[in-house]
């Protein structure tokens, strides 16, 4: 057995061999640690046949002015609609000022495909798919969408208005292949 | 540990000798459950609800892990593995149908056993970590309650998931991320639903460690009682065992009496019938709404419509309703009262039935569609709600005067007993 005079023997500022290897070996098992942890908080994300995103094609040459259809994109509801020009220019009459998420309609459609109204069928508040898309449906106090879960009310470009969503429908990338083609993703 | 006159545990036969020397489990049910544990004597029938909550647990566990042995927990067979349970596996159903009512019971007894808390003020010191720790069996209860309703995969367990894992979405520029990580992909999916199983049947286990931890808490003090005044000696006390195991035991009867009355005769009352609808990602069931026992929780989230302030109405939603129950870990300390039964209390208890009245109503308003004249009830309810507890108690525990007290346990039970006699004796 060393005795304490041994141990502190030769040490002039008060720092033991024994507190250095405490120090490392405490630090080297906490670094360790958190490298394991990681990989075990990593495999919770999504994995890479998920990620893998699936572009969807889209024919809209058959869906009328004043309709709109239903389609999926990555598992999630995507709604297409062709406005009338009544419904863009709703849109348009309405000031930036009383958006709680301030978007024109040309910011949510591409140029010169304003009558497109894509967004994702998803809403904001907390992901419920909201009325409007289907032929009858309630659409809200906007004439959009409205979300029967909580009360969300969308307008005409799928901007929130009422209830508790904080956001828009998202618009998702897409492009249009052709005039009657559109490739989201 | 105990009080000083509980009776010694004192191993007579030599295998109990044996048996003491190496593992001391006998003497530690003994001490716990046992003689060795003196209980207040006055104690009503209020005081059954911890035991029938760990009845129900374990019917839960029990029932779960035979479900497990048939269910399949992929998105592609969930739904059609439940209804093979239903129809094929022998007794499945009334196996499945108890875990399913087991739950509801396991609520039911548990808000009865917060009820008892709350009127009896059992929170209160010496008591606090005993109330804290209950507070964090009710989070994981409501935990593994949520995921185990996602198992079957039918349209409410695909939308709640979509709704509940939707709440973590509401966290400021971390929000989006955080729900695909807690979902494993954009939507409830294969993912979603196979880690939600493992954690449904991993957290009952925690519960069980916690409860472990929730009457170690409890048998240090010793349990509270109606009066509120503590133990002073040995008259105020009876064993344990035989007198509570007794009043128990006739609990745990009248419990399953009710528990199989629901399981056989009106297994799905209190469930959804849309949960019998495959899930389906494009297509959210017109009326959403969680199980009957997250029904005041939801009406504070859907109370919130409007932004206020510099927060929107879906965030101020989650932090309501993550925050009237982060609520209840504060109790202790805002009531400020050294008085703990609302016997005594003729303030605090007006107060006290408002606050049931008021949940009864955030209850009935989660049930209903997000429109008027639910939306400002529920707006009301919220505000009572926070107020109760963050103005109301701190304020009535100081202006209130509490009513004359007995000195003991024994003089409150002899003199009840005495006013007893006497009408006996003037109806005679």
Known sequence: ???????????????????????????????????????????????????????????????????????????????????????IAEAKAVPMGDLRDPETIDQRTKPGKENWLITLGVCTHLGCVPLGAAEGENRGDFGGYFCPCHGSHYDTAARIRKGPAPKNLVVPPYEFTSDTVVTIG | MSFPWAKPYEPTHPLMKWMDEKLPIPRLVYNATGPGYPVPRNLNYFWNFGVLAGAAL????????????????????????????????????????????????????????????????????????????????????????????????GQMSFWGAQVITGFFSAIPLVGEPVREWLLGGFVPDNATLNRFFSLHYLLPFVILGVIILHIWALHIPGSSNPTGIEVKDEQDTVPFH???????????????????????????????????????????PAHIVPEWYFLPFYAILKAFTFNFLWIDAKLWGVIAMFASIALLFFLPWLDSSPIKSSNYRPLYRIFFWILVADVLLLGWCGMQPAEQPWVILSQLGAIYYFAHFLVILP??????RPLPMPNSITEAVLAKHATDATSASATA
């Open chain 1, 1 to 87: 057995m060393a005795s304490e005079t041994e141990l502190n023997a030769g040490i002039e500022d008060g720092v033991r061999r024994r507190d250095f290897i405490n120090i490392a070996a405490v630090s080297f098992a906490g670094v360790g640690s958190v490298a394991v942890v990681l990989p075990l908080l990593n495999q919770m994300n999504p994995s890479a046949d998920v990620l893998a995103l699936s572009s969807t094609e889209i024919d809209i040459s058959a869906i009328q002015p004043g309709q709109a259809i239903k389609t999926s994109w990555r598992k999630q509801p995507v709604f297409v609609r062709n406005l009338v020009a009544k419904e």
């Open chain 2, 58 to 153: 374990m019917i839960q566990i029990i029932t779960g892990i035979v479900l497990a042995m048939h269910y399949a927990a992929n998105a592609d067979v969930a739904f059609n593995s439940v209804e093979h349970i239903m129809r094929d596996v022998n007794a499945g159903w009334f196996i499945r149908y108890a875990h399913m009512n087991g739950a509801s019971m396991f609520f039911i007894v548990v808000y009865l056993h917060i009820f008892r808390g709350l009127y009896y003020g059992s929170y209160k010191a010496p008591r606090e970590m005993v109330w804290l720790l209950g507070v964090v069996i009710f989070l994981l209860m409501m935990a593994t309650a949520f995921m185990g309703y996602v198992l079957p995969w």
């Open chain 2, 395 to 400: 304020i009535v525990s100081r202006i209130e």
């Open chain 2, 242 to 284: 035989p007198y509570y195991t007794a009043k128990d035991g006739f609990g745990v009867g009248v419990f399953l009496l009710v528990f199989v009355a629901l399981t056989f005769f009106s297994p799905n009352t209190l469930g959804h019938a849309d949960n019998y609808i495959p899930a389906n990602s494009l297509s959210t």
